[in-house]
């Protein structure tokens, strides 16, 4: 045994033995997304979304535009009010009010990816804790968390959504919490599923044969056995959190004017029709949002298949 | 230490209840996986355990492990009784008995490296810490023969062997004087098996253990126990020495197990019929009155089919237990027995 190891390790021909460094799940996943060009695309084109949201200010001073300052000029609007197409003075166009469309934009992504991304992380985190809770424990305590995973599923988004906002007026602390609210429960679901066929596995039981508790065996045997899942499952989750604010938005029940935001655009692009002469209004917001979404469940996609342990070799590209 | 056996099983009955429709039914059917059954362990010995898939072996194992309650019946550890301890009462128990599981795939878990698998138990039971846990881990790879530089791999890395060696190596961390071994070697190549067999010999007489050893190879069980318990539908039906029970078997059931048993060479069993018995082992949902055995023994009588036969003293060896109310004897001829037809 020991000659053949010797031999793996190349001490028997004389060579100092390679250091033995294992090459973990999360290692082999890497390289496979490596060989993943859609997926590469997917992460420069968010990487670049992200750089865009958190220079926002510094790259519209760069351009040198503002996204609530209007622009009283020629070249804000027609002298019959209507917004300017994109030209070299606004890239992108103007829009009602004669604010430069790109700087908006920019300002915009910044609201999309904070509400996706902390709403996403808000549903993974209350869904990764119930759904284990409820799986490992099963018995009554699944049965209580399953049917109030049920019964938050049922709930109607958008009515509960329009009470809130009426009460407490519209924020983005309220648009967060209504998203992450209305989709914890199905990460929940998901997780709950995969706990009830991890806490069967031997490890399970070989942990509590050393003497492990429950919120040892949960956190240090189950959880690690959900990272894959949840994190393919966090990334489809973002594009939908960003529409889901971006419908909001729309819906006058999300960012507050004069802040920007996507949905908010396209609403005010169909409000009054104006997407009829000043198609630059919709279009642009509308692929960023296309765009943007489409990044996400594309790498959301290449993760499930890299993540996926009964996908063939490490170093199979595509 | 004190005086008498390490473990004592007393009358331990484990009934699962049959999940039917939705609900598990009270008072409803019950598997009755382990049924009565009354074992003792001494320091030093290892204890084989033998039967079909499905007679309670593993139930059996998990009962004394802990790691689920009894039923009925008691389980008492080197004096002190463990069935009924709340889970932190039970803790400084389990650094006493330790198990190696069947499936040394699904054993260890795929997302932890094996040296943090290896050094839980340590970690649960906050024995040293950082480096000196390290070393220890360190240590417990080189015993059960794998490479310690191997400490930051993952299972997947490691051969079914290597991960049953890893299994060994988690359950020795907390120097246990119990070891249940549950099918240790069944999912092995033969190749590997007879290694791990051989390194688990050589760890009871390093590590001074008592080995609970259940496996359903006769043969492996032969080599490593020194004394054997045959199950059958949830209760022992026969115990005895090792060399006792293979030599002069006096369960019919016994003497079907081992007639079974391939014999290498062909000349040798060219002469030897194996005892076929008839009909499948009944549900252990409703176990037949009497002998649990008569519905396939081919000694059947009618007292069989009405009394249970207690488990005492047969055959010839002292500590020779069976359960059977017509032993077979020494020359007795079962086969022509079958032949003749049931009485």
């Given amino acids: 045994m020991s000659e053949l190891l010797a031999e793996v390790d190349g001490s028997a021909n004389g060579l100092p033995p390679a250091p033995i460094e294992g090459r973990g799940p999360g290692q082999i996943a890497w390289q496979r997304l490596r060989r993943d060009r859609v997926a590469i695309a997917c992460v420069v084109f968010i990487a670049l979304l992200v750089v865009a949201a958190v220079f926002a200010a510094p790259l519209c001073h760069l351009i040198g535009q503002s996204p609530y300052t209007p622009d009283r000029g020629p070249h804000g609007l027609s002298p019959e009010g209507i917004p300017i197409e994109p030209s070299t003075h606004h890239w992108l166009g103007t829009d009602d009010q004669g604010r430069d469309i790109l700087a908006r934009l920019l300002y915009g992504a910044q609201i999309s990816l904070l509400v996706g991304v902390v709403a996403t992380v808000l549903e993974i985190g209350l869904g990764l804790v119930v759904g284990t809770v409820a799986g490992y424990y099963g018995g009554r305590t699944d049965t209580f968390l399953a049917r109030f995973m049920d019964v938050v599923l049922s709930f109607p988004f958008l009515i509960t959504a329009l009470a809130l906002v009426a009460r407490f007026g519209p924020s983005i602390v309220i648009t967060i919490g209504v998203i992450a609210f209305f989709s914890w429960s199905q990460p929940g679901r998901i997780v709950r599923g995969q706990v009830l066929a991890l806490r069967e596995r031997d490890f399970v039981e070989a942990a509590r044969a050393s003497g492990a508790g429950d919120l040892r065996i949960m956190v240090r045997e189950i959880m690690p056995n959900l990272i894959a899942p949840v994190i393919v499952y966090g990334t489809l989750l973002i594009p939908v959190n960003i529409v889901g604010e971006a419908t909001l938005s729309f819906l006058g029940l999300g960012v507050v004017v004069p802040k920007a935001s996507w949905g908010q655009m396209l609403a005010d692009a169909s409000n009054q029709g104006l997407y009829t002469v000043a198609w630059w209004y919709l279009v642009f917001p509308g692929l960023a949002l296309l765009f943007t979404t489409l990044a996400f469940n594309l790498l959301g996609d290449s993760l499930r298949d890299a993540l996926d342990p009964r996908r063939g070799g490490a170093l199979r590209g595509r | ?343």
């Fill in chain 2, 1 to 343: 230490m004190t005086e008498g056996p390490l473990l004592a099983v007393e009358g331990a009955v484990k009934h699962f209840p049959v999940r039917g429709a939705r609900r598990p039914g009270r008072g409803g059917a019950r598997v009755h996986a382990v049924d009565g059954v009354d074992l003792e362990l001494q320091p030093g010995e290892t204890l084989g355990l033998v039967g079909e898939s499905g007679s309670g072996k593993s139930t059996l194992a998990r009962l004394i492990a802990g790691l689920q309650p009894l039923t009925a019946g008691r389980i008492i550890f080197d004096g002190q009784r463990m069935d009924g301890l709340s889970r932190r009462r039970l803790r400084p128990l389990r650094r006493d008995i330790q198990m190696i599981f069947q499936d040394p795939y699904g054993s260890l878990n795929p997302r932890r490296r094996v040296g943090s698998i290896i050094g839980d138990p340590l970690a649960i039971h906050r024995q040293g810490s950082g480096a000196a846990r390290r070393r220890a881990v360190q240590d417990l790879m080189e015993v059960v023969g794998l490479n310690p530089e191997h400490y930051n791999r993952f299972p997947a890395e490691f051969s079914g062997g290597q991960r049953q060696r890893v299994g060994i190596a988690r359950a020795l961390a907390l120097r246990p004087r119990l070891l249940i071994c549950d099918e240790p070697v069944s999912a092995l190549d033969m190749s590997i098996r007879a290694q791990v067999v051989n390194l688990l010999t050589d760890l009871r007489a390093e590590f001074g253990l008592t080995y609970l050893f259940i496996a359903h190879d006769l043969a492996v069980v032969r080599h490593v126990s020194t004394r054997v318990a045959v199950m059958y539908l949830g209760k022992v039906v026969e115990v005895a020495a090792a060399e006792a029970l293979y030599a002069r078997p006096t369960h019919p059931y016994t003497n079907a197990l081992l007639s079974a048993v391939p014999v290498p060479d062909p000349r040798a069993s060219s002469g030897r019929e194996q005892i076929i018995l008839t009909g499948e082992m009944p549900s252990p949902v409703a176990p037949p009155a009497g002998c649990r055995f008569h519905t396939r023994c081919p000694k059947a009588q009618s007292i069989c089919a009405e009394q249970e036969p207690p488990l005492v003293e047969t055959g010839t060896d002292s500590g020779h237990l069976g359960a059977c109310w017509f032993p077979v004897q020494p020359g007795e001829d079962l086969i022509a027995a079958i032949r003749s037809g049931p009485p």
